[in-house]
């Protein structure tokens, strides 16, 4: 083939971009950086991905790619990029397929999540004379709301709750035209054609109408120290000034959450940093187009209303997610309080209705919009582990993206995994990828357990085709188990039901991006409680575990749980336990009966407990490392009932003087625990028994609260690090130096760290959770990789390490 002089080879190349590329401004963004190089071809959205045809010369489509892989669009994600060089031309000129069904071709849903505003909407919203100036809905290609006024695919605005708004001339011509930030932005709105504000007294009359006006208003209202509800993103949100203590407490009354903290939102990091310590990984995760909710340590007398967080030394911190915060807050001087729209124990509110009706009560004014919200999305919760950003609870910024399977899931079958029961989430895992849905509540209560039915039918009519598999928890009764046996049975599915701590550890793998091959893993798992085939409830776990199966190598040594659940809300029934379970009663009470707590377990029903223990009435066994949290809070007084799972252990991290742990000061008095080896009747126990002893000692002798703390943390941290040596040296060569932890106990800041740090002084590999919660929330995702290994004929290789077993 001859070339004309002068003339660089023409080539033509078909490129294939997978990964979160469509709804986030990728084909106009691919038509900018074409015509800047010079090359023709055009763009348009395929099943899952981008598609472009590329003609010209062969430096010019390498510079294209390079450019493309540097510096996509904000909400991007690539995952791969295919290259393939085709015979034959294309026309001049660069063009945007605009596909017949919008976004979506060939039936793969790809919504990208809520966003929060961008720099340039931001810019926009504040440059009078600019059309979108104080417009409170402001948003583009690259910001806004997306899955909460999704109500069918494809995603395009007659499937949202903007099909109320018609664009108008101005907002359309931004929407037709591939050069404006605009081009394709669903939800595109401006003053004069776009969603309104108003602010409203409960009784339903009208203070302010136009935009501008009632969030002027509603500011001043706070200002007085009135309680604002406000229409936001994924929900309603109820307000206070955050520096005003007796509004705050009114809010606390009002909404009847006792105990749990509130969450603040700040104009900027720089106001934050006033009240809290914020490190360069926390300032990003808050600047993050997520926008999350982020736990800061606390600063010392940071001057905010005490009730925000009742013995917590952090406080969690967002900036504006949506103009219309940003545009509330603009005057303050400090933060506010934001916190769920709802009443104890049900789900935010989303329908104007409902918020006049029960949130009424509640509030002074109501700030409201007439764009409705389709699907509910709290706000997320991060928090810094060790330099990583973690999730805590994973909701509005982060659902529905979808996250990578490990190599060799490829072709698994679609699964649905319908999570725990606790902080519950499901997941739908098809074609190597998961998509996990919002953190949705736990389902103790029938309005919870409807939005769990309602996100899941949601969920089903976008993102699935069909399950063919559904993966459940191995308890014998409990919501989500149910949901799922009966999707099973009427629609004659494969049910797999897989062990809680099994489906942690592999949670954490998958994360971690091991192949679905992977030779068995040693996984730490802690958390509050999962049911074990042998009916107790495990929850301090030492497991070798791979995709398929697992072996039980060891626990924390079980305790009786006198009262079953009621336990999990009177942690002193778990020190009881604990204590007698370590000492005999009588000569405990005797040694230490000036104890307080010693003293009033004396006014406690002791014989009850003790009978129950004896004869196993509603007595479960439990190994459960969040129970021992809950025995030791309770012993030194911090806490004898609780209001929600986990919160006397969190009250004893909180306790803890961390100049004290970060100098290993306390490291010669850390208590100890002890390993008890393999026996017949039991495997390998991490014992509590010597920890009780030095801790009730150093009751005796005064020592402070803050000490203990430390001295506990330490004590467990080298406790579980000694445990992982000695299961280490049992598995020899079938060990490969590294440790997967998960579980709900991790989210203890000081324990990770101090756990942490040991472990890799060693030398150890750790894999931990960052995208998905080590708590319940990731469980559905561990469940469904299980199920996908099963049904791809994944064989457990972890028994056959222990031939003689
Ligand atoms: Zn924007
Ligand atoms: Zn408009």
Redesign the pocket.
Known sequence: MSVPTGSATRIVEEIRIHGIVQGVGFRPFVYRLARDQGLDGEVRNEAGMVMIKLAGAMERIEAFVTLLRAAPPPLARIDRIERTTLAGGLARGFTIITSVTGEIVGGEPAISPDTA??P??LADILEPGNRHFRYPFT??T???PRLSILRAIPYDRHNTSMVDFPMCTDCAREYHDPAD?RFHAQPNACPSCGPRVRLIRPDGSLVSAESTDALADAWALLQRGEILAVKGLGGYQLACLGTNEAAVARLRRRKRRSDRPFALMAQDTEVVARYAQVSKEEELALKSPEAPIVILNAKRDHGLAPSIAPRQRTLGFMLPNTPLHYLLIEKAEAPIVLTSGNLSNEPQIIEDAEALDKLGPIVEALLVHDRAIVNRLDDSVVRVLADQACQIRRARGYAPASIPCPPGFEKAPEVLALGAHLKSTFCLLRGGQATISQHIGDLDDAPTRAAFQNTLDQYLRLFSRDPEVVAIDLHPDMPSVRIGEELAESKNLNLVRVQHHHAHAVSCMAENNLPLDISPVLAVVLDGLGYGPDGSFWGGEFLLADYAGYHRLGSFRPVPMPGGEQAIHEPWRMAYAHLTHAFTWPELAERYRTLPFIAGLRERPLDTLDAMMKRKINTPQTSACGRLFDAVAAAVGLRQTVTYEGQAAIEFEAAADLDLAELGAEEAHAYPFAIKDATAEDLTQLDPQPMWSALLDDLDRNVPIPIISVRFHIGLACGIDEMIEHLATRLGAAWHGQVALSGGVFQNALLFDLLTVRLRSRDIEVLSQQHLPSNDGGLAWGQAAVAAALALGRVSQCASQFPDE
Do not use: P
Request: proline share 0%; charged share 20%; glycine share 10%.
């Open positions: 505003v961008c340039e909407c948003n583009c690259n910001c806004g930030r």
